[in-house]
């Protein structure tokens, strides 16, 4: 009975104490469902599996001992140098772990670093070549979906990893949705193209594209402006002239017929009543 009143507590405890998110702090509480989602994608989501093999079944047997453990599936720590985001290394980075060079020494530690190679990458919706550093993984993941586009288009942000895969990703997401601009000297070329990518479209919304591939500075720099320009105070003498005009307007007096908004065209006719305005000399 004390038991069960425990777990009890420690459950409405642990509910009452819950811990808050990152994007429940501060200008992050500003952040849109869009930039949400792509965090999700990015960071939440599982990667695939690209150092181990996971194993399908939930338990196995021991052969040693005949005794049924269950199946962990515990991926490798990875470890993310600043050079992968100048690259896109197809999911891979360096293993840090311990090898045994001599049976006779003790194990020391050693890291295991992706072979790396420059290449030249053809993007179809750009229309442009770019050399990229890439990994033979990459490679062969380009070659399984039939060209570049398809591979970043196709591959979410959690397997992409590295900022420049997901900034050429929002690149062509943004061609895309302007309809292929780069092919406006041939309009067959363009709606080929428009026609063979256009499918990607439908699991974004424009508002999802602006904010893809935002690093989290990025996105907190991006809500501070945005929250910023709508909290804009406008100056006084706005108001003042827009309530001017609007008494003119209402007096009939001549000259007040164009737009509040338009400073430009009512400080000719505003300085001729300013009896402290410069005038012209004769």
Known sequence: MASSRIQATARQFSKTFKRRSRFEFGIAAELPPAYKKFWREWKVLKPAAVHYIP?????????????????QNIPIPLKMPAEIHEGIWGGEAVVKGFQ???????RVP???????KRTVVKSEVLNTHLSVTVTERTIKLINDHYGFDHYL??????????????????????????????YAHDPKKQMEVYEEYKTYLSSYTPEEIEWYGLTWYEALTKAAKIKEAANKPVPLKKLYRKNLIEKLKEAGIDGAKDSSDDIASTTSWLSKMNPFGKKDEA
Request: proline share 8%.
């Open 110 to 116: 050693h890291y295991w670093v992706p072979v790396l």
């Open 153 to 182: 288009l196709k591959t979410p942000a959690c397997d992409l990893v590295s900022m420049l895969a997901l900034k050429l990703k929002k690149q062509i997401l943004i061609e895309l949705m302007n309809g292929c601009p780069r």
């Open 55 to 71: 194993q399908e079944s939930k338990w196995r047997r021991d052969e040693l001992t005949g005794e049924t453990l269950p199946v």
């Open 100 to 106: 045994k060079r001599d049976p006779r020494r003790r």
